[in-house]
């Protein structure tokens, strides 16, 4: 399993939930909070349902709304990944 | 006296045009928009016409986090409504912030969205749904979007009286002006243009199965054969005149005058349809006689029946002959909850240039009813309009609105 990047994260969130808010594509968002990017709760549940399917994982629906930042959110991929694998 | 309720806005979109402007040329030209379904394969239907909408994007209009998010018929009416709002000259943020309310109609709410959904949970598992379904097939989700979108927090609503919603959104955005809220939009726009809605629809037994673009609509003709849906609709910004006046509006499209919704009695019970009555209330609410009546937008179902009861209530209020009747909605098919306000779109602007639109299609009107079937664009001179609308399952409402021009030489 390729591992999950904070670039193809924010791709597959646009292409999950739109074009994010007030940030430029090319900042650094990893300890960004979503609310900032303009990412809501559901965007954060249609993201997650999206990596995993594309992943084959399972994501608990309270730690995906929990995951504030980009960095947590994806620790929160990479444990699920290890843990199946 | 409580201060005349006007239109100080509106937004359409409509099979016959994108605009106001669009929709008005169309339909004084008589383009009919019916013809063959291009939204899904209709091949396996009985009813295979509809009036669509055609070249919109709605990445040209919305932002792209609220394309995953939202139904057709909720861009639509996103759409709407910021052209409502943009019309009027009002931004909402520079009023107080429970200034603004929404209230719009609904018929199915966003079929589209919820067909494609359910179809992925059924064919592929529940993990394959989108989250947004839980919102975007909701039948109050223009109001919430809407609401949503411009920061409106005044009181809001959803009325769902199939055909007769547009109607009854715009008289609950009256009463909420009454109230005291100094802005309202209402009004519907709808559209269910997948497999799901339209089996909904057919199973009202009131849609045409006629496969001629130029055959399958025709109210109150011999050869009435039932209906042909469409999507669209309008939205309008409504405000008191004083305080129109007072933010420095000088000029709107017209006055909400009158209205009365009346329910039919159950099939069977041998009492009469209550059309009439919601007519002769609506003009009572007015304060105008049927004299004053230049035109009517009749709800026109296209259904040999129900043709002859909205006849016979138009006689009794009118007498034979007695007012102008039209029926633009022959281009644009019944658009559910969006089709009586797309009417009053209609009607205003019918006042604005004095002229009634046609009625299209229509050749035999039945000689029995005795109505003066507007059938080529008249040049008349117009200063109120009544606009009908019929929701299946019994609902019956009747607006009177009425130009600017007559309000002012009230003031003066």
Same mark, same amino acid.
């Given at each position: 399993?390729?591992?999950?990047?904070?670039?193809?994260?924010?791709?597959?969130?646009?292409?999950?939930?739109?074009?994010?808010?007030?940030?430029?594509?090319?900042?650094?968002?990893?300890?960004?909070?979503?609310?900032?990017?303009?990412?809501?709760?559901?965007?954060?549940?249609?993201?997650?349902?999206?990596?995993?399917?594309?992943?084959?994982?399972?994501?608990?629906?309270?730690?995906?709304?929990?995951?504030?930042?980009?960095?947590?959110?994806?620790?929160?991929?990479?444990?699920?990944?290890?843990?199946?694998? | 006296?409580?201060?005349?309720?006007?239109?100080?806005?509106?937004?359409?979109?409509?099979?016959?045009?994108?605009?106001?402007?669009?929709?008005?040329?169309?339909?004084?030209?008589?383009?009919?928009?019916?013809?063959?379904?291009?939204?899904?394969? /209709?091949?396996?239907?009985?009813?295979?016409?509809?009036?669509?909408?055609?070249?919109?994007?709605?990445?040209?209009? =919305?932002?792209?986090?609220? =394309?995953?998010?939202?139904?057709?018929?909720?861009?639509?009416?996103?759409? &709407?409504?910021?052209?409502?709002?943009?019309?009027?000259?009002?931004?909402?943020?520079?009023?107080?912030?429970?200034?603004?309310?929404?209230?719009? &109609?609904?018929?199915?709410?966003?079929?589209?969205?919820?067909?494609?959904?359910?179809?992925?949970?059924?064919?592929?598992?529940?993990?394959?749904? /989108?989250?947004?379904?839980?919102?975007?097939?909701?039948?109050?989700?223009?109001?919430?979007?809407?609401?949503?979108?411009?920061?409106?927090?005044?009181?809001?609503?959803?009325?769902?009286?199939?055909?007769?919603?547009?109607?009854?959104?715009?008289?609950?955005?009256?009463?909420?002006?009454?109230?005291?809220?100094?802005?309202?939009?209402?009004?519907?726009?709808?559209?269910?243009?997948?497999?799901?809605?339209?089996? &909904?629809?057919?199973?009202?037994?009131?849609?045409?199965?006629?496969?001629?673009?130029?055959?399958?609509?025709?109210? +109150?003709? &011999?050869?009435?054969?039932?209906?042909?849906?469409?999507?669209?609709?309008?939205? +309008?910004? =409504?405000?008191?005149?004083?305080?129109?006046?007072?933010?420095?509006?000088?000029?709107?499209?017209?006055?909400?005058?009158?209205?009365?919704?009346? +329910?039919?009695?159950?099939?069977?019970?041998?009492?009469?349809?209550?059309?009439?009555?919601?007519?002769?209330?609506?003009?009572?609410?007015?304060?105008?006689?049927?004299?004053?009546?230049?035109?009517?937008?009749?709800?026109?179902?296209?259904?040999?029946?129900?043709?002859?009861?909205?006849?016979?209530? =138009?006689?009794?209020?009118?007498?034979?002959?007695?007012?102008?009747?039209?029926?633009?909605?022959?281009?644009?098919?019944?658009? /559910?909850?969006?089709?009586?306000?797309?009417?009053?779109?209609?009607?205003?602007?019918?006042?604005?240039?004095?002229?009634?639109?046609?009625?299209?299609?229509?050749?035999?009107?039945?000689?029995?009813?005795?109505?003066?079937?507007?059938?080529?664009?008249?040049?008349?001179?117009?200063?109120?309009?009544?606009?009908?609308?019929?929701?299946?399952?019994?609902?019956?409402?009747?607006?009177?609105?009425?130009?600017?021009?007559? /309000?002012?030489?009230?003031?003066?």
């Amino acid at each position: 399993m390729e591992k999950l990047t904070v670039t193809r994260l924010m791709e597959i969130m646009r292409e999950c939930a739109g074009e994010g808010e007030g940030l430029a594509v090319t900042d650094d968002v990893l300890d960004v909070e979503f609310g900032d990017l303009g990412y809501d709760s559901l965007a954060m549940l249609e993201t997650a349902g999206r990596i995993e399917r594309d992943h084959g994982i399972r994501l608990a629906d309270d730690q995906v709304t929990e995951a504030k930042t980009p960095r947590a959110f994806l620790a929160l991929v990479h444990d699920a990944a290890t843990g199946v694998a | 006296m409580t201060a005349a309720t006007v239109v100080t806005g509106m937004g359409v979109l409509a099979p016959t045009g994108l605009g106001a402007a669009a929709h008005w040329t169309a339909t004084l030209r008589g383009h009919s928009a019916i013809g063959r379904i291009t939204r899904f394969d /209709s091949e396996p239907y009985t009813s295979r016409l509809a009036a669509e909408i055609d070249g919109f994007a709605p990445e040209e209009h =919305l932002p792209s986090r609220l =394309l995953p998010q939202t139904d057709h018929m909720t861009r639509l009416a996103l759409v &709407a409504a910021d052209w409502a709002l943009e019309d009027a000259a009002l931004t909402p943020s520079a009023l107080p912030e429970y200034g603004v309310g929404v209230v719009t &109609a609904s018929s199915a709410g966003g079929f589209e969205f919820g067909h494609r959904e359910l179809e992925k949970l059924w064919s592929k598992g529940p993990e394959h749904v /989108s989250a947004y379904q839980s919102f975007a097939w909701f039948y109050a989700v223009n109001t919430g979007q809407i609401s949503i979108r411009h920061g409106l927090r005044g009181p809001s609503g959803v009325l769902v009286t199939e055909q007769a919603g547009g109607l009854d959104a715009i008289a609950q955005a009256r009463r909420h002006l009454r109230g005291g809220i100094p802005v309202m939009i209402g009004g519907g726009v709808d559209g269910s243009p997948c497999p799901w809605g339209w089996v &909904a629809q057919q199973t009202s037994g009131r849609l045409s199965a006629s496969r001629d673009p130029a055959r399958a609509y025709l109210p +109150f003709d &011999a050869d009435a054969s039932g209906y042909v849906p469409g999507d669209g609709g309008a939205l +309008f910004v =409504l405000e008191p005149e004083d305080a129109a006046r007072e933010r420095g509006a000088t000029s709107w499209y017209g006055e909400i005058a009158g209205y009365a919704a009346t +329910f039919d009695p159950p099939p069977g019970s041998g009492r009469p349809p209550t059309l009439r009555r919601a007519i002769e209330r609506a003009l009572d609410d007015a304060g105008m006689t049927a004299a004053d009546v230049d035109v009517v937008f009749a709800d026109a179902a296209g259904v040999p029946e129900l043709d002859r009861i909205e006849a016979d209530a =138009l006689r009794a209020v009118f007498g034979p002959h007695g007012v102008p009747v039209t029926a633009p909605k022959t281009m644009t098919g019944r658009l /559910s909850a969006g089709g009586a306000a797309l009417d009053l779109a209609t009607a205003l602007l019918a006042l604005e240039h004095g002229v009634v639109p046609p009625t299209v299609n229509v050749s035999r009107p039945v000689p029995g009813y005795e109505i003066d079937l507007v059938l080529r664009p008249r040049r008349l001179p117009l200063s109120a309009a009544l606009v009908l609308a019929r929701g299946y399952g019994g609902f019956n409402a009747a607006m009177v609105v009425r130009g600017p021009r007559r /309000s002012e030489h009230e003031a003066s």
